[in-house]
């Protein structure tokens, strides 16, 4: 679980709104419009915090380009290419900072438009064309009107893509009449299939389900002919562990309607699709098994992205009775979820699903009925919630999913809940690897990372036999140069004799949050592994080996590990708490090192340890408060400009009163100049008052990891009797 520092938690719920919590880390906001057709170039608006001098927009996909607009902050022309597959893609800015946190940015063949006045009245109702997409932003308070025409008898699919794109927006679609006398109504965020009964003008009705809104609040509304697939999505948490390795695309078997009564005779194993339509549907499976078989069986849909929780319920069918075998429900998440959405009790990151994955016994041969349901599915009569059906011998694997540890403090750090993997010189950064074991297998596994910036290391700390998770530590050298790379993490495991290798995906939060109480964590997968060391800043504390070296002993000895620390930072108080993370070291006893200690020694007894002989990483950690600044190098630079101003506004001014009572044109030039200058040094000065205060020193609690620590028990000496 994350860090459990509970001796420091008085101190920290108490001063907790006098503090920031984790130093500032660069986030990209908003993208508008946010997404665009394949072979268009559009112009791209980004918004962020904590993001200066910001140099690039990138993508998770080569396919798509940008270029900054010169001249203009925060502007780019974005390219994508005519082969651009669709779906949705990562974008992300360079900054001083490094790379920031990622935005959804969608990509479709259809022709797209951007809403640029408002549409809040049926007068003002944006016509739409079919087969066509508008990107905008919900206006809060009111519902956002769009039209279209209708065909007698042509269908058409009304999608309003948001959740699946990062925005706030909790969608209400409604469709409408001409006159807006409402039709049909969506407010779970699904489509709306329409075969208009007349020609004629239809609504489209927008809104927030608690009429929010803002730039925030954006959505891409697509209008296509029927039948059409939703747009597409990014991934949840709980897709970390679909599809199964080497599943193929398509499912070798469809289910055959009706099945609800009259079962679908099948042969196991089996890999079948089927939806959960209409409403209330109960597919059934009937085949034969025999005494002593173990069928391990899976459904994937929540996992798909759909609002759904599938449950399978396997019968004996026996002299005309039916009789329970096994009822499987939930995949259990492989962390305990927080309690509260962001922190203290747990990871705010469910890497669980709601989809099945279980097994059943068969007791004796004879003939097997398997139900499949959606336990959400009573009234909702949707094709689109589809399912895979899964059942299959075992095959012992596992998938992986990697976040960044996120403090156990009561104010938690919500305001920093989405962590991009962007390092400060001689920084260190935790990350929780949380996996999903399938079918029985509760082997070891090792976790690595390559493709690093230079000068920029990970180390796995190795996930134990039958573990749920482990440790990944991110370090940056204390030169670092400043970089960028995309990086990629694995897990290997040995499986039956053979080595096997699964890639970990990286979840994020889509948003930093910073009211708990009003606002909920979304986290998810994100697309690729971008990670980025600035040299602007360096962290507060580094806690390095003094030799870097693995370290040796036997088995039951003390082993002595000498630590250096560089404290860049003031801090309170007078000493740090220390633990540690790490398969067989997270029992080390809790220690002081005290505050501005050049070196600490760490006495680990392998005999209270228990640990058995073999090779071992493990890593330190703590909380601390620091007094950070943030930019101040901008000072400076904000002061000069903020001179520069005033000499430019004194001498327009002069300039202004000289010619005031002579040449009248002249006069009215110089006044112009005179309030240009007079807004700069407004704009100036507004600048310098930013910066300074930015700089001032903010109490800031903080993660403090050291760098990964090797060790390696030998076997304790055998004595051996005197002769």
């Not at 007068?123 to 009107?145: H, Q, W, Y």
């Not at 599809?243 to 890999?271: F, H, M, R, S, W």
């Not at 004996?316 to 979820?337: C, F, R």
Request: charged share 25%; aromatic share 6%; with cysteine.
């Amino acid at each position: 679980m994350s860090l459990r520092l509970s001796c420091l938690f008085a101190l920290f719920s108490v001063t907790a709104f006098a503090q920031q919590v984790t130093l500032p880390l660069p986030r990209l906001l908003t993208v508008m419009p946010m997404g665009g057709q394949a072979g268009q170039s559009l112009e791209v608006t980004v918004t962020g915090e904590n993001v200066e001098d910001v140099t690039e927009l990138t993508f998770s996909t080569p396919k798509i380009t940008a270029k900054p607009v010169a001249g203009v902050t925060n502007k780019f022309i974005v390219s994508i290419a005519p082969d651009a597959q669709v779906g949705v893609y990562d974008a992300r800015v360079m900054s001083r900072l490094g790379a920031s946190s990622s935005r959804a940015f969608s990509v479709n063949n259809l022709p797209e438009v951007v809403r640029t006045k408002a549409n809040n009245t049926l007068e003002t109702a944006l016509p739409l064309a079919v087969g066509s997409i508008c990107n905008a932003t919900m206006t809060k308070r009111a519902v956002d009107f769009y039209s279209f025409q209708g065909v007698k008898g042509q269908a058409v699919a009304i999608d309003c893509a948001a959740v699946g794109i990062d925005s706030r927006l909790t969608p209400v679609l409604i469709l409408a009449d001409g006159k807006g006398a409402d039709l049909k109504v969506n407010r779970t965020g699904g489509m709306i299939d329409f075969t208009p009964p007349s020609d004629g003008t239809y609504v489209i009705k927008v809104s927030d389900l608690t009429y929010q809104g803002g730039e925030r609040h954006f959505y891409r509304l697509a209008l296509q002919k029927g039948p059409a697939e939703p747009q597409p999505h990014t991934q949840m948490v709980s897709a970390m562990s679909w599809p199964p390795a080497g599943l193929a695309v398509n499912a070798a078997a469809k289910e055959a309607e009706p099945n609800n009564k009259d079962a679908q005779k099948i042969t196991l194993p089996c890999d079948i699709s089927g939806a959960f339509f209409p409403a209330a549907d109960v597919d059934t499976y009937e085949f034969t098994a025999k005494k002593g078989e173990t069928w391990w069986v899976e459904v994937g849909s929540e996992r798909l992205g759909l609002n759904t929780d599938p449950f399978v319920l396997v019968q004996q069918v026996k002299d005309g009775k039916l009789t329970d075998v096994a009822e499987l429900y939930d995949i259990a998440p492989p962390m305990k979820v927080t309690s509260n959405g962001y922190s203290y009790d747990g990871p705010p990151y469910d890497a669980g699903s709601p989809d099945v994955m279980g097994k059943f016994e068969v007791k004796e041969d004879g003939t097997y009925r398997m139900q499949v349901r959606d336990l959400f599915g009573g009234t909702r009569s949707d094709p689109h919630n589809v399912y895979r059906l899964l059942v299959r011998q075992a095959t012992p694997d596992f998938a992986l999913a990697a976040w960044a540890v996120h403090m156990t403090l009561r104010n938690g750090d919500r305001a920093s809940l989405s962590k991009p993997m962007s390092l400060r010189q001689g920084d260190a950064r935790a990350f929780e690897v949380a996996v999903q074991r399938r079918d029985g297998f509760d082997g070891e596994i090792e976790i690595s990372m390559e493709g690093l910036p230079p000068g920029v290391s990970a180390s796995g700390l190795k996930i134990g036999k039958g573990k749920t998770y482990g440790h990944l530590i991110l370090t940056a050298d204390e030169k670092a140069p400043r970089g960028f790379s995309l990086a990629k993490i694995t897990g290997k495991a040995v499986i039956d004799g053979k080595e096997v290798m699964r890639p970990v995906r990286l979840a994020s939060m889509e948003w930093p949050v910073k009211d708990a109480k009003g606002e909920i964590p979304a986290p998810r997968l994100m697309a690729d592994i971008p990670v980025s060391v600035t040299d602007s800043e360096q962290a507060p504390l580094s806690i390095t080996l003094a030799e870097n070296k693995v370290f040796e002993a036997k088995a039951g000895d003390t082993l002595k590990i000498p630590l250096k620390l560089a404290w860049r930072n003031e801090f309170n108080g007078t000493s740090i708490k220390v633990k540690a993370y790490g398969e067989g070291f997270s029992a080390i006893k809790e220690f002081d090192i005290p505050l501005k200690a050049a070196t600490h020694e760490l006495a680990l007894n392998l005999a209270e340890l228990k640990l058995a002989p073999g090779d071992y990483t493990f890593a330190l950690q703590s909380l601390g408060i620091c007094k950070y600044r943030y930019n101040p190098a901008a000072v400076p630079l904000a002061e000069a400009e903020q001179k520069k101003a005033e000499q430019l506004l004194a001498a327009a001014a002069a300039e202004a009163k000289k010619l005031a009572a002579t040449d009248a044109e002249a006069a009215k030039k110089a006044a112009e100049k005179q309030k240009q200058a007079e807004a700069a040094m407004t704009a100036a000065s507004t600048r310098m008052k930013s910066v300074t205060t930015a700089a001032n020193p903010t109490d800031t609690v903080e993660i403090l990891i050291s760098q990964p620590i090797r060790v390696s028990v030998k076997p304790a000496a055998v004595a051996t009797a005197s002769k």
